[in-house]
């Protein structure tokens, strides 16, 4: 029986995942890490045939005997964890498996956005696209470049080394759409823009709004991972998969700037009576950080991609709606949650 270790079974990505794989391959023996006894009792309740495994990322001898123990690891929960990754590639090469182990490695789009960070240059367009297929080595060299991105570089390390691991790194995008996990469904920079133009009654865009990443519906993502999970399964281990090959960037290529995110998330509110008027105010980093964690980088850095190597390779076919039709439901689920009514 195929074995499957995933982290982040509570979170949005990795409670998408979950629900995909579950829903996909009944026959997996899934496991699951938690530390938090409520929500483990949500996952359970939702998926009883997920064993939990109880703990966190800090604990390292459980991630290094459930990764021993996994087929396939799928490591959700953290895109900057070090301990984490550490623990995982010790439980993997601990490993008597007859087969290569598999990992699958979820990063953060704005790794893409570094030299931006380092310039505190924020709001500002780009015309660097980056092609995962014939851009691999461009894309380790970047990696390469930015030592603070810890997990990044820990799995190109591995990657390059002889230990029968096989690595897919997934760096994210804008995800949007509600999740199907058992515990959190909701994304982050759209429900963000919203709450802040509901609670503001004004919408925001980080300086002049021109930068771009790409971005994905959550269901198309998880696919994904579901495409990489059956190729491991299959025993696939053609070098064009994994490894040094092994990244898989995941826009849909329908890229629009943060400021038309922002208009239509100012449209979207005016047109359901929640706010006046459809002006976006622009805010300096350090303000937006302010409304919420780290918006400056998640809403003013660029991170354009050309997603090719997993539609020419697995054969990834995006099929959710485009990100601009979803924001009108996004703005209302915000709503709901925060207790807003309309005032039209």
Known sequence: MTKVFLTGASGYIGGEVLHTLAAAHPEYEIAALNRDPKKADQITRAYPNVKIVS???????????EASKADVVLHLAATGHLSSVESIFKGLTSSQRSGPAHWLQIS????????????????????????????????RAHIRKYKNRVVDNFILDVSGKAS???????????????????????????????????????AVQVGRGLSIWGNVHVQDLSSLFLLLVEKAVA?????????DDGIYFN????????AEISRRVAQAAVDKGFIKNEEVEQ???????????????????????????ARQVLGWKPVQRRLQDEIPETLEAEARRLGVTSKA
């Open 164 to 202: 029968g691991v096989k690595t897919a790194l997934v760096p994210g995008a804008i995800i949007y759409g509600p999740g199907r996990g058992p515990v959190n469904q909701r994304s982050i920079q759209i429900p963000e823009l919203s709450r802040i133009a509901l609670q503001r009654g004004k």
């Open 108 to 139: 953060g789009a704005s790794l893409l956005g570094a030299p931006e960070i380092v310039s505190k240059t924020f709001g500002e367009p780009s015309d660097k696209i980056y092609n995962d297929l014939d851009g691999a080595e461009e894309i």
């Open 55 to 65: 703990g966190s990322l800090d604990d390292a001898a459980i991630l290094e005997q």
């Open 235 to 243: 025993g696939d281990s053609s070098k064009s998969y994994w490894n």
């Open 251 to 258: 826009s849909v290529g329908n890229d629009i700037s943060f």
């Open 283 to 309: 805010l300096s980093a350090e303000d937006a950080d302010k409304l919420s964690p780290h918006a400056s980088i998640v809403l003013g850095t660029n991170s354009r991609v050309d997603s090719r190597r």
